[in-house]
């Protein structure tokens, strides 16, 4: 099982929830329920289905909870956008949420290709090795009398 919290595209978009949570304070009290929730939820769900998808058993159940993570992370920067247009985010916060979003945007884009590699190195040698286990038995099949 891995370690979440060691996962570099894990610990930047927990810092990005921090940031958000830190900025979304000030926004309108009539938001609460809206924009500053949804905001919220689209940050916390980035690092939460990294720390989710890190416990499973195998990397194609992980790369599924990564790829749901890069959603969440597409959600929160257009809610950012969003809040920045409607003035409640001002230029400052807004350009630090942005360096902090394309920032784990690049990694977490970067462990979802190796994650992917080693999906595909092992989904090839698990094919190659069923090939060859099953050419064998047909061998074998066929050398002591035996139909395929």
């Known amino acids: 099982m ?6 570099v595209a ?8 921090l940031a958000v949570y830190k900025v979304t304070k000030s926004f309108p009290m009539e938001e609460r329920f809206g924009l500053t929730s949804q905001l919220r939820r689209a940050a916390y769900g980035t690092p939460s289905n990294i720390a989710e998808g890190s416990g499973r058993n ?3 159940d992980y790369l599924r909870f990564l790829y749901i993570a890069l959603a969440s992370l597409k959600e929160t920067e257009y809610f950012c956008l969003l809040s920045h247009q409607l003035e ?3 230029d400052a916060n807004y350009a630090n949420l ?16 190796a994650i992917d590699r080693e999906v595909g190195v092992l989904g ?3 094919a190659t090795l069923l090939s060859a286990v099953f050419i ?5 099949s066929l050398l002591h009398g035996g139909t395929p």
Do not use: A, C, P
């Open 124 to 126: 090839r040698f698990s």
């Open 10 to 17: 894990w610990q930047r978009s927990h810092e990005l929830t």
């Open 98 to 113: 942005t360096d902090m979003l394309n920032g784990t945007f690049g990694t977490l884009q970067g462990l979802i290709n």
């Open 2 to 7: 891995r370690n979440y919290k060691k996962i």
């Open 136 to 140: 064998t038995l047909v061998r074998h």
């Open 58 to 60: 195998t990397n194609r």
């Open 88 to 90: 409640y985010l001002n």
